[in-house]
């Protein structure tokens, strides 16, 4: 049987892995597109959370640390870190900018002097109710007209994309490379690489 040219092209390299027995990196012809698409969504969570910062004065992380501290009641830094996926460092600077704006109090831990307890204030509880999903709006009504299916399919994908990147053996910089310290807790119009923290 004849093998189709094209199809057999697309997936062999430059020193034809197929025709010489041997599988070629799958990845390799879809690197580029992958990577637009990660910048192409972290530049509309960024635009976003500077939306957020504009017309309500939080950005985007400080909205979602927000709704965990509101949901789950008297909580620690670290306690947050872990429920939103951020470093206790970065944490630890959305907290300050937080009780900066008067949307957090902290209090010591009756059973343990050690710990500090976080919990919204009455205009940290007045925001949450009255505040937009963290969710990208655009990308909200998007998932609101699709199928729970699709939904699932998505979130799976995305789950899955993370999981790579995490990987030990993967060095995430040579898949993903953005100018700036996405660690840094930052707020937008600061000149400091600002990821919109």
Known sequence: MKRNQNTAGAFSG?????????????LSPYRTPILQSLRRIIRAVELY????????????PQ??????????GPVTATGIARE?????????????????????LRHRSERDRRQIHI????????LVEHAPSPLQDTLARA????????????ALSLARVVELMEAPE??????????GNFDDETDPGRNDGDPGY
């Open 170 to 179: 993967v060095d995430p910089s040579s898949i993903f490379e953005i100018p």
């Open 49 to 60: 959370s500077r939306k957020l910062s504009i017309r309500y004065h939080v950005t985007g």
């Open 119 to 126: 919990m919204p204030s009455a205009k940290g509880r007045h």
């Open 143 to 154: 998932l609101s007209g699709i199928s729970e299916l699709e939904q699932a399919t998505i």
């Open 84 to 104: 939103i996926h951020l470093s206790p460092s970065t944490v630890v600077g959305i907290l300050a900018r937080l009780e900066e704006k008067g949307l957090i």
């Open 63 to 72: 909205l979602a640390c927000l709704l965990v501290i509101a949901d789950l």
């Open 14 to 26: 430059p020193s034809g892995g197929i025709e010489n027995g041997t599988a070629a990196n799958p």
